[in-house]
Protein backbone atom coordinates (compact mmCIF):
# COMPACT_ATOMS: atom_id res chain seq x y z
CA UNK A 1 0.00 0.00 0.00
CA UNK A 2 2.87 2.26 0.82
CA UNK A 3 3.47 3.08 -2.84
CA UNK A 4 -0.56 3.66 -4.13
CA UNK A 5 -0.97 7.51 -4.63
CA UNK A 6 -4.37 8.70 -2.86
CA UNK A 7 -6.38 12.00 -3.44
CA UNK A 8 -8.92 12.40 -1.12
CA UNK A 9 -11.13 14.74 -2.15
CA UNK A 10 -14.37 15.77 -0.07
CA UNK A 11 -17.06 18.50 -0.50
CA UNK A 12 -18.12 19.93 3.17
CA UNK A 13 -20.45 22.95 3.78
CA UNK A 14 -20.59 22.50 7.48
CA UNK A 15 -17.59 20.30 8.30
CA UNK A 16 -18.79 16.05 8.14
CA UNK A 17 -17.53 15.58 5.54
CA UNK A 18 -14.24 17.56 5.79
CA UNK A 19 -13.90 15.46 9.51
CA UNK A 20 -14.20 12.13 7.55
CA UNK A 21 -11.89 12.80 5.35
CA UNK A 22 -9.15 13.90 7.62
CA UNK A 23 -10.04 10.61 9.78
CA UNK A 24 -9.39 9.26 6.23
CA UNK A 25 -5.53 10.92 5.67
CA UNK A 26 -4.85 9.97 8.95
CA UNK A 27 -5.36 6.17 8.02
CA UNK A 28 -4.06 6.46 4.74
CA UNK A 29 -0.79 8.05 5.88
CA UNK A 30 -0.19 5.24 8.56
CA UNK A 31 -0.48 2.70 5.89
CA UNK A 32 2.00 4.72 3.75
CA UNK A 33 0.03 5.45 1.07
CA UNK A 34 1.27 9.14 -0.67
CA UNK A 35 -1.96 10.93 0.16
CA UNK A 36 -3.06 14.71 -0.68
CA UNK A 37 -6.74 15.80 1.21
CA UNK A 38 -8.54 18.44 -1.15
CA UNK A 39 -11.36 20.16 -1.07
CA UNK A 40 -13.84 20.76 -4.14
CA UNK A 41 -14.32 24.65 -4.76
CA UNK A 42 -17.22 26.18 -3.55
CA UNK A 43 -19.69 27.47 -6.48
CA UNK A 44 -21.95 29.18 -3.86
CA UNK A 45 -22.05 32.96 -3.34
CA UNK A 46 -21.00 34.66 -0.30
CA UNK A 47 -24.24 36.04 0.74
CA UNK A 48 -26.09 32.53 0.55
CA UNK A 49 -23.23 31.28 2.61
CA UNK A 50 -23.37 33.98 4.65
CA UNK A 51 -27.01 33.02 5.84
CA UNK A 52 -25.52 30.05 7.40
CA UNK A 53 -23.54 30.60 10.21
CA UNK A 54 -22.38 26.74 10.49
CA UNK A 55 -21.30 27.29 6.80
CA UNK A 56 -19.76 30.48 6.84
CA UNK A 57 -18.04 29.27 9.91
CA UNK A 58 -16.38 26.47 8.22
CA UNK A 59 -15.99 28.02 4.98
CA UNK A 60 -13.62 30.98 6.27
CA UNK A 61 -11.97 28.19 8.69
CA UNK A 62 -11.08 25.97 5.56
CA UNK A 63 -10.26 28.14 2.81
CA UNK A 64 -6.91 29.26 3.41
CA UNK A 65 -5.91 25.76 4.80
CA UNK A 66 -7.39 23.13 2.83
CA UNK A 67 -6.30 23.17 -1.57
CA UNK A 68 -8.93 23.43 -3.78
CA UNK A 69 -9.31 20.17 -6.09
CA UNK A 70 -8.33 20.52 -9.41
CA UNK A 71 -8.81 17.98 -12.41
CA UNK A 72 -4.82 17.42 -12.03
CA UNK A 73 -5.59 15.30 -8.49
CA UNK A 74 -7.51 12.99 -10.36
CA UNK A 75 -4.76 12.10 -12.95
CA UNK A 76 -2.24 12.35 -10.26
CA UNK A 77 -4.13 10.16 -8.17
CA UNK A 78 -3.94 5.94 -8.63
CA UNK A 79 -6.66 5.74 -5.71
CA UNK A 80 -9.53 8.60 -5.25
CA UNK A 81 -11.62 8.93 -1.99
CA UNK A 82 -14.97 11.24 -2.44
CA UNK A 83 -16.45 12.38 1.04
CA UNK A 84 -19.84 14.18 -0.35
CA UNK A 85 -23.05 15.31 1.59
CA UNK A 86 -26.48 13.87 -0.49
CA UNK A 87 -28.73 16.54 -2.40
CA UNK A 88 -32.07 15.27 -3.08
CA UNK A 89 -30.43 11.99 -3.16
CA UNK A 90 -27.41 13.21 -5.93
CA UNK A 91 -24.16 14.57 -5.64
CA UNK A 92 -23.78 18.57 -5.12
CA UNK A 93 -23.40 20.87 -7.85
CA UNK A 94 -20.29 21.26 -6.69
CA UNK A 95 -18.60 17.89 -7.28
CA UNK A 96 -20.95 17.35 -10.13
CA UNK A 97 -18.37 20.47 -12.30
CA UNK A 98 -15.29 19.13 -11.00
CA UNK A 99 -16.34 15.75 -12.47
CA UNK A 100 -17.69 17.45 -15.75
CA UNK A 101 -14.32 19.36 -15.76
CA UNK A 102 -12.61 16.16 -16.26
CA UNK A 103 -13.99 14.70 -19.62
CA UNK A 104 -10.52 16.18 -20.97
CA UNK A 105 -8.88 13.00 -19.12
CA UNK A 106 -12.15 10.91 -19.68
CA UNK A 107 -11.40 11.60 -23.24
CA UNK A 108 -7.50 10.51 -23.19
CA UNK A 109 -7.92 7.55 -20.91
CA UNK A 110 -6.50 8.52 -17.96
CA UNK A 111 -9.26 7.20 -15.81
CA UNK A 112 -9.06 4.31 -16.31
CA UNK A 113 -8.38 1.69 -14.04
CA UNK A 114 -8.47 4.29 -11.27
CA UNK A 115 -9.75 2.87 -8.23
CA UNK A 116 -12.69 4.78 -6.78
CA UNK A 117 -14.53 4.83 -3.40
CA UNK A 118 -17.14 7.65 -1.76
CA UNK A 119 -18.59 8.36 1.38
CA UNK A 120 -21.55 10.62 1.98
CA UNK A 121 -24.33 12.36 5.05
CA UNK A 122 -27.38 13.48 5.04
CA UNK A 123 -29.52 15.09 7.63
CA UNK A 124 -31.32 11.87 8.41
CA UNK A 125 -30.49 8.36 8.50
CA UNK A 126 -32.99 7.92 4.60
CA UNK A 127 -32.08 11.10 3.62
CA UNK A 128 -30.39 9.84 0.02
CA UNK A 129 -27.34 8.49 1.51
CA UNK A 130 -27.54 5.00 -0.32
CA UNK A 131 -29.08 6.64 -4.14
CA UNK A 132 -26.23 9.60 -3.83
CA UNK A 133 -23.30 7.28 -3.98
CA UNK A 134 -25.14 5.43 -6.32
CA UNK A 135 -25.57 8.46 -8.85
CA UNK A 136 -21.78 8.96 -7.90
CA UNK A 137 -20.36 5.64 -8.77
CA UNK A 138 -22.42 6.14 -12.16
CA UNK A 139 -20.06 8.64 -13.46
CA UNK A 140 -16.92 6.49 -12.13
CA UNK A 141 -18.14 3.24 -14.59
CA UNK A 142 -17.94 6.22 -17.27
CA UNK A 143 -14.88 6.90 -16.32
CA UNK A 144 -13.88 2.91 -16.30
CA UNK A 145 -12.51 3.70 -12.68
CA UNK A 146 -12.78 0.56 -10.39
CA UNK A 147 -15.06 1.37 -7.94
CA UNK A 148 -13.98 -0.37 -4.30
CA UNK A 149 -17.19 -0.10 -2.46
CA UNK A 150 -16.87 -1.17 1.32
CA UNK A 151 -19.52 -3.58 1.06
CA UNK A 152 -19.99 -6.09 4.23
CA UNK A 153 -16.18 -6.86 4.57
CA UNK A 154 -15.93 -5.74 8.08
CA UNK A 155 -17.68 -5.63 11.27
CA UNK A 156 -17.59 -2.31 11.53
CA UNK A 157 -19.93 -1.31 8.43
CA UNK A 158 -22.31 -3.15 10.32
CA UNK A 159 -21.41 -0.90 13.51
CA UNK A 160 -22.02 2.36 11.74
CA UNK A 161 -25.08 1.74 9.71
CA UNK A 162 -24.84 -1.24 7.64
CA UNK A 163 -24.67 1.21 4.27
CA UNK A 164 -22.46 -0.88 1.39
CA UNK A 165 -21.40 1.21 -0.91
CA UNK A 166 -19.59 3.58 0.97
CA UNK A 167 -19.79 4.96 4.68
CA UNK A 168 -22.89 7.28 5.38
CA UNK A 169 -23.63 9.30 8.67
CA UNK A 170 -26.60 11.42 9.55
CA UNK A 171 -26.13 14.74 10.83
CA UNK A 172 -28.38 16.73 13.54
CA UNK A 173 -29.23 20.07 13.21
CA UNK A 174 -25.77 21.18 14.98
CA UNK A 175 -23.41 19.24 12.72
CA UNK A 176 -23.67 16.66 14.79
CA UNK A 177 -22.84 12.93 13.98
CA UNK A 178 -25.68 10.69 15.07
CA UNK A 179 -23.50 7.50 14.04
CA UNK A 180 -20.02 6.66 15.16
CA UNK A 181 -18.37 6.08 11.49
CA UNK A 182 -14.53 6.88 12.46
CA UNK A 183 -13.98 2.57 12.26
CA UNK A 184 -15.94 2.46 8.82
CA UNK A 185 -14.01 5.43 7.30
CA UNK A 186 -10.57 4.20 8.37
CA UNK A 187 -11.28 0.38 6.75
CA UNK A 188 -13.14 1.93 3.61
CA UNK A 189 -9.56 3.83 2.98
CA UNK A 190 -7.76 0.55 3.54
CA UNK A 191 -10.24 -1.60 1.75
CA UNK A 192 -9.32 1.30 -1.12
CA UNK A 193 -5.63 1.26 -0.85
CA UNK A 194 -5.84 -3.05 -0.91
CA UNK A 195 -7.42 -2.63 -4.26
CA UNK A 196 -5.61 0.09 -5.53
CA UNK A 197 -2.23 -1.84 -4.38
CA UNK A 198 -3.47 -4.87 -6.88
CA UNK A 199 -3.16 -2.46 -9.80
CA UNK A 200 0.04 -0.22 -9.59
CA UNK A 201 2.70 -1.49 -10.25
Do not use: C
Amino acid sequence: MGNVKLAIIYYSSTGTNYKMSQWAEEEAKKAGADVKLVRVPELAPMEVIEQNPAWKEHFLATKDVVPEAKVDDLDWADAILFSIPTRFGNVPGQVKQLMDQAGGLWFQGKLVNKVVSAMTSAQNPHGGQESTLLNFYTTMFHWGAIVAAPGYTDDAIFASGGNPYGTSVSVDGEGNMKEDVEAAVRHQVNRTLDVAGKFVE
